[in-house]
């Protein structure tokens, strides 16, 4: 069965303090890895989708990477603003598109 | 311009009552999806359309029934609400491939 697995489910950072999340997935073969970022009361925004393993995307201070069996967000020098839940998604091939999420990983940020 | 809007934003209801959500998108998509975020912040796919073609029907009570009247719209409807319906229900939209696959802002639902 496809799975998303999500560590930790909530970290808090000092402002600059760098970290990662880790999304570890378990899929039968893999379109593509998504993630994104939930603010409260809002819905998913869109950040990043890795297709294959080795691949790398970079936004402001997010970098995503993506490996056979996980894929990570390093958060370089956090600031306040963030603070958010980050949710990790797969796609597997011919799943008709639908995604598969983990249960997100809550981020706050202090200054 | 919103890209997936979704109609109500909150709706607060009696066990035992029907009711309706609307979703429209302005991105020229052909896939729809109705996502269901429980409790704990869980978000698991419902149904999906491409132009109008249902072809994600998850494991849910046949009290849900999505309608989509063309390729961006998509509309939720459920009978006999019950307590356990109660969540928040997201539109989503992508187009070729998956492309773009964005989410509306979420619909509260809560029974009573």
């Known amino acids: 069965e496809d799975q998303v697995t999500q560590s930790p489910e909530a970290l808090r950072l000092q402002e600059g303090e760098s970290s990662s999340l880790n999304c570890s997935y378990t899929?039968?073969?893999?379109?593509?890895l998504f993630w994104y970022r939930q603010d409260p009361g809002k819905g998913p925004e869109f950040l990043f989708t890795?297709?294959?393993a080795g691949e790398e995307k970079e936004k402001e201070r997010l970098k995503a990477t993506l490996t056979k069996k996980e894929s990570f967000l390093h958060i370089t020098a956090p600031k306040p603003e963030d603070s958010a839940t980050y949710l990790c998604a797969v796609q597997a091939l011919g799943s008709s598109y639908k995604l598969i999420f983990g249960s997100g990983t809550r981020l706050l940020v202090r200054p | 311009d919103t890209a997936v809007s979704q109609t109500p934003k909150y709706l607060v209801t009696q066990m035992g009552n029907d009711k309706s959500i609307k979703c429209e998108q302005n991105?020229?998509?052909?896939?729809m999806y109705w996502y269901k975020q429980d409790s704990k912040k869980f978000l698991k796919i419902m149904f999906s359309?491409?132009?109008?073609?249902?072809?994600i029907n998850e494991t849910v009570p046949n009290r849900f029934s999505p309608k989509s009247p063309d390729k961006a719209h998509l509309n939720l409807h459920i009978n006999s609400l019950e307590l356990g319906d109660s969540a928040v229900y997201f539109c989503?939209?992508?187009?070729?491939?998956?492309?773009?696959?964005?989410f509306g802002s979420g619909t509260r639902l809560t029974v009573v």
């Open positions: 989503a939209s992508s187009g070729e491939n998956a492309y773009g696959y964005t």
């Open positions: 890795l297709y294959s």
């Open positions: 991105l020229g998509h052909d896939t």
């Open positions: 359309y491409n132009n109008k073609e249902l072809i």
């Open positions: 899929v039968s073969g893999l379109r593509g």
